[in-house]
């Protein structure tokens, strides 16, 4: 498709948007041309010992878009998933692989997807995100999460978000990568890189969930033409969010299982969504997606609204990495 008019499509989408009957793979436009499959099958705290596994399983069981990234540091045990995918006939370009820069290698942006490559066992990612807008020390007293004598998060400020954005467009060039974007970007650090980027950003990726529905980042990347991909939909850890009473009622009402509501969810959305599981039975469980109606819609929407918001990873992850929310 014409980026520009695949521009022009993720501008004028409504806020919910119907798919007639979507499906794990429904095809979502990016502003490169491409499509990203609506359901991905997350990586992050899937043990060795079982990732291998839960890959396999999921690209056997149809999946097509596997979420990885460096800090995960289990992607030589995904890649090993991928080979023995490949070895059973699954095809390189059937796949949609997303890996992520971190933080620590902000000044070796090249380095940093070379190793997730050669971990992965790949030549190309078809997405490469900027995990989180913030250097961090690539000298410091921990190769992934350094901090000062203090205690305090050891961050890099000879750079900035905007020249790791810069040496992630060069990536474009060298055929490793087929789209860049980003993760944890809220709408002040979009503002502060788009009128720098000469390549608008292809993906978000951000915490996303009825209640954490993030709609000012989700309609400010909409407008310009930034595909969001929501993670975290179960609540991560434990899934606290199937037990939601409304998301529960939504699940009765259409027959279905609390996690099919919050991942058709984001479908309705028009976003892309990650589910993690290492369970055989869960990854294939979380396959089913259905169509959500406006009072579905309405009915979720509503949960954070009288509940407030709870972010069930920044708190655990972001704040405890000592990042600041603006440039
Ligand atoms: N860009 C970022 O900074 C960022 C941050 C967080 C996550 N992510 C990505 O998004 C992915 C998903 O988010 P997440 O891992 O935080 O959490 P999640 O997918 O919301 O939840 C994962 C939890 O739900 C359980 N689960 C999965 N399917 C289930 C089912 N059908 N029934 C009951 N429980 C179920 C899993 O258990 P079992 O595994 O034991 O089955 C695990 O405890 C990550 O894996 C990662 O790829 C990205």
């Keep these: 498709m014409n980026p520009s008019l695949g521009k022009f499509i993720l501008a004028s989408t409504p806020s919910s948007i119907i798919h007639p009957s979507p499906t794990m793979n429904t095809g979502l436009p990016l502003n490169t041309g491409a499509e990203i499959p609506a359901l991905g099958l997350g990586t992050w705290q899937s043990a060795p010992g079982e990732v291998k596994n839960a890959v396999s399983h999921a690209i056997s069981a149809g999946y097509k878009h596997i979420d990885c990234a460096f800090c995960y540091q289990n992607e030589d045990e995904v890649g090993e998933g991928l080979a023995e995918a490949f070895k059973s006939g699954t095809k390189r370009e059937g796949l949609f692989i997303t890996t992520k820069l971190w933080c620590t290698f902000h000044t070796r942006v090249e380095e940093g997807l070379d190793l997730s490559l050669k971990a992965l066992g790949l030549d190309y990612v078809d997405l490469y995100l900027m995990h989180w807008p913030i250097p961090m020390n690539p000298k ?160 979720l929407e509503s949960i954070s609204k009288t509940k407030g918001f709870t972010r069930f990873v920044y708190p655990a992850f972001g704040v405890k990495l000592g990042f600041p929310d603006k440039p």
Excluded at 243 to 261: F, I, N
Aim: aromatic share 6%; with cysteine.
């Design 140 to 299: 410091g007293n921990h190769p992934l999460f350094p901090k000062l004598a203090d205690g305090s998060r050891d961050l890099d400020h000879s750079i900035t978000h905007i020249d790791t954005w810069k040496s992630m467009e060069k990536l474009l060039s060298t055929g490793k990568v087929k789209a860049i974007g980003v993760a944890n970007y809220s709408v002040k650090y979009l503002e502060d890189l788009l009128p720098h980027a000469t390549v608008v950003p292809a993906v978000n990726q951000i915490e996303n969930h009825p209640y954490l529905p993030q709609q000012e980042i989700v309609d400010f990347c909409r407008a310009k033409g930034i595909h969001i991909t929501a993670y975290s939909p179960f609540g991560s850890t434990g899934s606290p969010m199937m037990k939601e009473e409304g998301v529960v009622e939504v699940a009765q009402k259409h027959g279905v299982e609390p996690g099919t509501v919050l991942l058709s969810y984001h479908i309705a959305r028009g976003s892309s969504v990650l589910a993690k599981s290492v369970t055989p039975a869960r990854i294939d469980a979380n396959r089913k997606l259905i169509t959500l109606d406006d009072s579905d819609m309405n009915k």
